[in-house]
């Protein structure tokens, strides 16, 4: 519930600090004296519309604080972890600044956040119900939740919702599944083709390099062979150097037998012979390894073409080839057995239907249950608010199939007639002020069971009636106050009288500008009979008129 309301240099308010009770508080005071700019400020505290004319003049900037202690289980907390905010758990407030320029900033604990963010909180911790608004009850976009929850039929609800999700993704999957085979049907004469192609072409996994390696070497060996050739001739020919070297070593040797200053130069002779047959057997050995098949050079670099070839052709690496062999065989044998596949899919699908369309029916026979249930207790709140002539409908209006969705098949809107004859309406098309804040009164206590919002203020929802019918507005809102905090601003005795709380709000001049300053007062037993007296007596309050306050206050 909202526990304080603090505004600073607002309209004809200078500082103004409110410490709010539980149960229903009464605001009263003389017409002009600045009701209206209390719901302004609450308003801009949860993140409404503000114009740079609220800002008290000569002021450079206003300021409204609302503080709220709240149940920890509120869906609103999960929206603060979400927007990594910090809190400590049931405490929240917020804040707005309004500049004399017009520009406007907004805080959650002390926290910078969107003003849209503040709206989304404001709007799930206060409704504020005057001549003009048009949120809350007024919104027909809301209704069919509050009658959910007036219902209570969550096994139903969640029924909908996990077939409908259910429901979604067999689709889903159907369609890709009907797409992948559109595809392979479309494409399957060029599947077929290239997938022959590539079979009969069978790459592998970094062939192309392993190919251009063995084409480099037997291009290499063929050009070094024919030189290792010449080299080979030369020194085995008859005046090589093989042949030389050996003639020499024979003379030297036959030379040498009877003298040994030569033995040396045979032994350096003998060494240079055998290191020459040795070059001469590695030279013999080089060429027998650079041998190679002609046809081998040819079947490569045909072999390595041929894949290259078909790199371009599909637009990518060779070694990209093999996986692209298997797409085309999986795609494939998405074709042969693509028919089975979306077979079995579309019956489950049928099957979800099913299940779906009858969750939705047992959703719709609750909701009409509910919805009856609440039209009667509505309009049996109507005549004692003088609302006799009136009449209150739910009205529950079927979807077409394919508009059924996760929220069930039909539309809730909540709609009244305020004369025998007239047709039913939306709330928000109701003229008059007086009779919408009514309505919106007796639809509020058979909701207030189930109502979320923990404060909820009324706007002179008594204008227009006294007596006995005041009685009835403040009687109701004293039920009401048994389920949420409520504020009400009214001239009504009858309504004052039923308050928990009081509050007094005047205006006065406060200084030598002669500006006008709104206060507000909390006003104890005595002060609150005064000002009862006053509101039934007017500007002289008589003795009798004090004595029908203590009367009224007494119950």
Known sequence: MLIGLTIRDIVLIDRLQIPVPDG??????????????????LGLATGQRGERELVRHGAEQGTVIAEFSLSTDLSLWSILDEQGLDYEPGELILKRTLSSEGRSRAFVNDQPVSIGLLRQLGEMLVEI???????????????????????????????????YGRLVRLKADLQAE???????????????????????????????EEL???????????KLSDGLNEVLSDLLNDKGADASLRGALRRLERMAENDGLLESVVQSLDRAAIETA????????????LEFDPQDLEHSEERLFALRAAARKHNCQVDQLAALKEEFAERLRALEFGDEEVRRLTGEVRQAEEAFHQAVEALSTARLKAAAKLDELVNAELPPLKLEKAKFRTTLTPLPKEDWGMSGGEKVEFEISTNPGAPFAGLIKIASGGELSRFILALKVVLAAENTVPTLIFDEIDRGVGGAVADAVGERLKRLSEHAQIMVITHSPQVAARGNSHWLIRKSQTDENDRMNTTITALD?????????RMLAGATVTDEA??????????
Not at 24 to 41: C, F, P, Q, R, Y
């Open 24 to 41: 229903l508080s009464v605001l009263s005071g003389e017409t002009g004296a600045g009701k209206s700019i209390l719901l302004d400020s």
């Open 129 to 163: 119900h005057g001549q003009h608004d048009e949120r809350g009850l007024l919104n027909p976009a809301g209704h069919r939740a509050m009658l959910d929850e007036y219902g209570r039929y969550g096994k139903e609800l969640r029924a909908v919702a996990d077939s």
């Open 178 to 208: 009907e797409d992948k085979l559109s595809d392979a049907r479309r494409d399957e004469e060029y599947i077929r083709y290239n997938l022959e192609e590539l079979e009969t072409l069978e790459p592998r996994q970094g062939e192309e």
């Open 212 to 222: 251009s390696e063995q084409r480099a070497h037997m291009m290499k060996g063929e």
């Open 278 to 289: 040795e070059a001469i057997s590695g030279l013999e050995q080089t060429l027998r390894d």
């Open 525 to 533: 037993q005595s002060a609150r009979r005064e000002e009862i007296a």
């Open 546 to 555: 004090r004595a029908a306050a203590e009367s009224l206050m007494q119950g």
